[in-house]
Nanobody
Framework: VQVVESGGGLVQPGGSLRLSCAAS????????RSWYRQAPGQERELVAS????????NYADSVKGRFTISTDNARNSVYLQMNMLRPEDTAVYYC???????????WGQGTQVTVSS
């Protein structure tokens, strides 16, 4: 099983980034897909989740209206579009795929997002 994030980087406040997460080796079509983040000295926190079927989404209050989670079953991928970024969004962002048939958690290695002028 592989879960690989990409798309992080340095962006100015108010800017945008799009994170991608590609999974392989698991039953992606029936998986719960989430993005978490962890800032230095802080606990890892849930940012957004998407549940299939139905593409029901859930967001942390701090990112509602600014971030959008989406998924593409054909590409075994999940995305996080981040707009109106703030310095407090600076963190390592992790993709979590939960395989519903086994309830096993698969984490990516993380991608750094830094929001700074």
């Amino acid at each position: 099983v592989q879960v690989v994030e990409s798309g992080g980087g340095l962006v100015q406040p108010g800017g945008s980034l799009r994170l991608s997460c590609a999974a392989s080796g698991l039953a992606f079509s029936s998986a719960i897909r989430s993005w978490y983040r962890q800032a230095p000295g802080q606990e890892r926190e849930l940012v957004a989740s998407i549940y299939t079927p139905g593409s029901v989404t859930n967001y942390a209050d701090s990112v509602k209206g600014r971030f959008t989670i989406s998924t593409d079953n054909a590409r075994n991928s999940v995305y996080l579009q981040m707009n109106m970024l703030r310095p407090e969004d600076t963190a390592v962002y992790y993709c979590l795929i939960v395989e519903k048939s086994t309830m096993r958690n698969y984490w990516g290695q993380g991608t750094q997002v830094t929001v700074s002028s």
